[in-house]
């Protein structure tokens, strides 16, 4: 019987987190470093400045450690993700499309296949 009641939960919790989504609405923290920050590390950090010098000076604006400085892992993380969408922005482009398709409810078609950049 708990077994049940457990299922019941779980499907619940599943069908408000879906109805969630389709409002646009998703759960979480908000990210530490905002758009601003990330063009602020990347124009520094061209200029020779190291994360570590960097992070003293950047403040989060929103969320559980508003007016705190961000970690330095939370910057690299930041960066890393830049590079990613940087890197393959025909990727990210991509899955933002079939997530569109899915809030409408329609199912995305197969992707053609992602050129091997290193082999160009």
Known sequence: MAETERENIRE????????AARKGKHGGRPPAITDDMLHTVLRRGAGGESVEQIQPDLIIPTGKRKGQNPSVASIY????????????????????????????????????AIPDRLSC
């Open 12 to 19: 619940s919790t599943l069908e408000g987190l879906d109805t």
């Open 77 to 112: 993380r930041a960066l890393a993700e830049h590079a990613k969408r940087e890197t393959y922005p025909e990727v990210v482009e991509q899955a933002h499309a079939d997530f569109a398709a899915l809030q409408v409810g329609e199912v995305p078609g197969p992707r053609p």
